[in-house]
C-alpha cells in the first residue's frame, strides 16, 4: 500500500491538478479510511470560523442574497439617481460633496497643454514648441467658444464642470461628438452632454431594466454588450422618460460606441468603476444616502422645535373661557398697525392691570440639547470619510493647528487628484484628440502621418492636464519647500508653476521678463 500517487494520478494532475488530486484522495480513502479528511467539520483556522461563519450569534441573521455587478448595481441606478438628486436639490452634506471635489477637480477649468513626442516624430526642440503652440491656440480658439457646445450655451471648460458634477450627481454622464457648422470658428465638433436618465433601455419608463438581444448579447439600462461582455451600443431617448412637462413622443436611437470606419469614439461614458463588468454608475452619496438623509431629518428636526421654543413667550391663564385676552393695546389707535382683533401691539415698559380671573404664566423658550454638538460632529465624520473627502473639508471649518490643517488638504488632494487623472482619461483626452483630427483632417495643424500610424497619431495627440492647484495654509513655508525640490531636481519650475496656481510657466516666464525690462526702463527715465 503506497502513499505515492499512481502514474493515472500523476497523468490526471498534469491535465487537471483538481482531478488528479481528487483521485488520489480517493483511493488513500479507501486504503487509509483514516487518511481520509472529515469535510463535516470546519478547519479552526479558516474564514468559515470568522467571517463566513454560520454558526456565529453576532453573524447568523447576516444572510447575503449575492450576484454579480448587474443584480447589485445596474438595476438599481434609476432609484439611486432619483434619490441622490433630490438629497442634493436639499443642500447640506449631500450638495456639499459634490460641489467641493467639482470646485477642486475641475475648478475654473482643466486647461491642456500640448506634449508631442518630438523624438518620436524627428523634431527639434524649437520645431516641437512652434507647434505645440500653434494647436494650443488652435485648440483655445475651439473650447473657449460656446460653438463648441452643441447647445450652444457654454464653453469647452463649462461643459467639464458640468460633466463632472452630473457624474457625481447622477453616477454617470454621457458626451455625444456630433459635427455642427457655424460661423464664429472653422470647427464644426460638437459635445452634446447627456443625463444619466437619457441612457435606457427601449420601451421602458425610466427604470433601471435589462434585456437579452438576438446575438446573444444584453442591454443592460441602456447599455448593449455582446456576447463576450464589450460595450458595443449605448440606446438614448428622444427625452427623460421621467420628464412631465415635456410630453413628446419617446423613442429610442442606437448609437454605436465606435465608428465603424475610424474607430473613434461616438460617445463617451464618464463613471466610475466599483467591480469588474459593471455598465452604469452609481451617485457620489450611494452608499450614504440612508444616513444623510437620516441626519437631515434630525437636523430638520431640531431646527424647527428651537424655532417652535422660541416663538413661544407667555400663556394668559385665565378662569373662565371667554374667548378674550383680558389686555388692552398699548399703542394708540393711529399709530397701530394692524386694526383686527387677532394681534395684540404692546409698548415697552408699559404696565397693564388684568382683569379678575386671569393671570400671565411664562415660558422658557431653552431647548437644551446637551448631545446634539456631539451627535453631529460623530456623523458628519462618518459620512466625510465615507466621501472619501476629510470632515475640515467638506465642512469648510479649519479649526485645528497648520499641520492638521495641511494634513487635511493632503489628503483630500489625494482624491482630487485620483478624480481628476480618471476625468482626463475618460473625457478630456478623448475630446481633444477628436477635435485634433478635424485640426489636422482641415489642414488647420500639419502633422504628417496623423492618420497613418497609431504610434504617430499617439505622439501628436500627447497633451498635459492642468488643474487647479490645491490651495495653501502657509504660503511662505510652502514656497521655501518649492524652491527645495527644484533645487534637488525633485521637481520642475514648470510643475511648481501648475500646482501652485495653475499658471502656464513660459507665460509667466514671458510675463516676468516684459516687467523686468519695463522696470528697467522706469529706472533709467527717473534718473
Known amino acids: ?25 480517493r483511493r488513500m480513502s479507501k486504503e487509509l479510511p483514516e487518511a481520509a479528511p472529515d469535510r ?3 478547519p479552526k483556522m479558516s474564514y468559515g470560523s470568522h467571517g463566513a461563519s454560520q454558526t456565529l450569534s453576532s453573524l447568523i441573521g447576516w444572510v447575503i442574497d449575492g450576484g454579480d455587478s448587474e443584480d447589485n448595481i445596474d438595476l438599481y441606478s434609476s432609484t439611486l439617481r432619483q434619490r441622490a438628486r433630490d438629497l442634493y436639490a436639499g443642500g447640506g452634506l449631500a450638495r456639499s460633496g459634490p460641489q467641493t471635489l467639482t470646485t477642486s477637480v475641475v475648478g475654473w477649468g482643466i486647461q491642456p497643454k500640448p506634449k508631442l513626442d518630438g523624438e518620436f516624430l524627428g523634431m527639434s526642440d524649437d520645431a516641437r514648441e512652434e507647434t505645440e503652440r ?3 491656440r488652435e485648440f483655445r480658439l475651439w473650447a473657449e467658444n460656446t460653438m463648441c457646445d452643441a447647445e450652444r450655451q457654454q464653453n469647452f471648460y463649462g461643459l467639464q464642470s458640468l460633466a463632472f458634477l452630473s457624474m457625481l450627481m447622477s453616477g454617470d454622464v454621457f458626451a455625444l461628438f456630433g459635427m455642427k457648422e457655424n460661423k464664429r470658428t472653422p470647427y464644426q465638433t460638437t459635445i452634446r452632454l447627456l443625463e444619466a436618465d ?7 419608463s425610466g427604470d433601471s431594466e435589462s434585456r437579452e438581444t438576438d446575438s446573444g448579447g444584453r442591454i443592460i439600462d441602456g447599455v448593449e454588450i455582446d456576447k463576450d461582455g464589450e460595450v458595443i451600443r449605448y440606446y438614448i431617448a428622444s427625452r427623460s422618460p421621467l420628464a412631465r412637462a415635456n410630453n413628446s413622443e419617446l423613442f429610442w436611437t442606437p448609437i454605436d460606441a465606435f465608428g465603424k470606419d475610424t474607430g473613434y469614439p461616438n460617445i463617451l461614458h464618464v463613471m466610475t468603476f466599483e467591480r469588474p463588468e459593471q455598465r452604469r454608475g452609481i451617485p457620489f ?12 431629518r434630525y437636523m430638520n428636526s431640531e431646527l424647527a422645535a428651537n424655532v417652535v421654543s422660541s416663538m413661544l413667550t407667555a400663556f394668559i391663564v385665565s378662569d373662565s373661557d371667554d374667548g378674550k385676552f383680558g389686555l388692552e393695546d398699548a399703542v394708540d389707535e393711529e399709530d397701530k398697525v394692524t386694526d383686527d382683533d387677532i394681534h395684540l401691539e404692546l409698548a415697552p415698559g408699559a404696565v397693564y392691570n388684568l382683569p379678575k380671573g386671569k393671570k400671565i404664566e411664562t415660558v422658557n423658550p431653552l431647548r437644551s440639547n446637551t448631545q446634539f454638538e456631539s451627535f453631529v460632529n460623530t456623523s458628519i465624520t462618518i459620512l466625510a470619510s465615507s466621501m472619501g473627502i476629510p470632515k475640515e473639508v467638506l465642512t469648510k471649518k479649519y479649526e485645528s493647528n497648520y499641520t492638521a490643517a495641511r494634513a487635511a488638504l493632503l489628503d483630500f488632494w489625494r482624491t482630487v487628484r485620483v478624480y481628476r487623472t480618471k476625468f482626463n482619461a475618460s473625457f478630456n483626452q478623448p475630446i481633444y484628440e477628436q477635435w485634433l483630427s478635424e485640426a489636422v483632417a482641415s489642414g488647420r495643424i500639419n502633422a504628417p502621418g496623423f492618420f497613418d500610424d497609431p504610434a504617430i497619431r499617439q505622439a501628436w495627440c500627447g497633451c498635459l492636464w492642468m488643474g487647479a492647484s490645491m490651495g495653501h495654509v502657509d504660503p511662505l513655508k510652502e514656497a521655501n519647500a518649492a524652491e527645495r525640490r ?5 521637481t520642475t519650475q514648470e510643475q511648481e508653476a501648475s500646482e501652485y496656481n495653475g499658471n502656464n510657466w513660459d507665460e509667466n516666464i514671458k510675463q516676468r ?4 525690462k519695463e522696470t528697467q526702463q522706469m529706472g533709467r527715465e527717473e534718473e
Open 1 to 25: 500500500m503506497s502513499r505515492e500517487p499512481t502514474i493515472r494520478e500523476r497523468m490526471l494532475y498534469l491535465l487537471s491538478p483538481r482531478r488528479g488530486t481528487d483521485a488520489y484522495i
Open 40 to 42: 463535516t467539520k470546519t
Open 134 to 136: 500653434t494647436i494650443l
Open 198 to 204: 437619457r441612457i435606457s433601455t427601449p420601451e421602458t
Open 285 to 296: 452619496v450611494s452608499a450614504e444616502i440612508e444616513g444623510v438623509k437620516q441626519f437631515t
Open 486 to 490: 527644484i533645487a534637488n531636481n525633485i
Open 513 to 516: 521678463k516684459k516687467e523686468i
